[in-house]
């Protein structure tokens, strides 16, 4: 599992963004980077800010290693028309990021184990696996035992964002389908991504 877990909030000074849009995050208060030398600014390369795009949109899926997030992008830039649209489609079929973006959790790093601690069921069969890859038309559902879990019951009450479009979800029974895989424009994404720039950083 990734060492982000307990400093995952330090990633929001290091990136200059409250990556996930939530309200205590550090860069709220602090707007520069972490460490003595946080405050100074250099100018960026073009290879820094291709990293940067690229650092900020693994970053944001939680605990994707590296090895993951390039076996992504190679299975994006195979398939047929737009590497960015495949890419981001491939990122948000992942069972922790449908998980998240229904609202069952309040944080994708809540989601990833709550999804291997077999709280979540896909089409009436339990999974365990976070990076298991949803279909349009899977029904996702909390088990009947978790759903008054106080993480779950925290996460409904969040206003801080909403279930996109492609989704549908009824909290009443903590139950949602994913409807179709979004195009990049539909993604709620807190802050602005450039995923041609981790394209580029990749193909370089």
Known sequence: MSKRVRSKYKINRRLGCNLW??????????????????????????????????QKLKGYYGN???????????????????????????LE????AVVYRMKFVPTVFASR?????????????RVTIP?????????IEVREKSR?????????????????EYMEVDFSKLKGTFVR????ADVPYPVQMEPNLVIEFYSR
């Open 21 to 54: 849009g939530r309200p205590k995050s550090p860069w709220n208060t602090r707007e520069y980077g972490p460490g003595q030398h946080g405050q100074r600014r250099r100018k960026p390369t073009d290879f820094g800010i291709q990293l940067m795009a690229k």
């Open 64 to 90: 994707i290693t590296e090895k993951q997030f390039r076996r992504t992008y190679r299975e994006a830039v195979k398939r047929r028309g737009d590497t960015v649209e495949a890419l981001i489609g491939l």
């Open 93 to 96: 079929q992942r069972l922790d």
């Open 113 to 125: 184990q709550f999804v291997n601690h077999g709280h979540i069921k896909v089409n009436g069969v």
């Open 131 to 139: 990076s298991y890859r949803v279909k349009e038309g899977d029904v």
């Open 148 to 164: 008054n879990i106080p993480l779950v019951l925290e996460a409904g009450q969040l206003t801080e964002r909403d279930v996109p």
């Open 181 to 184: 895989v979004p195009q990049f």
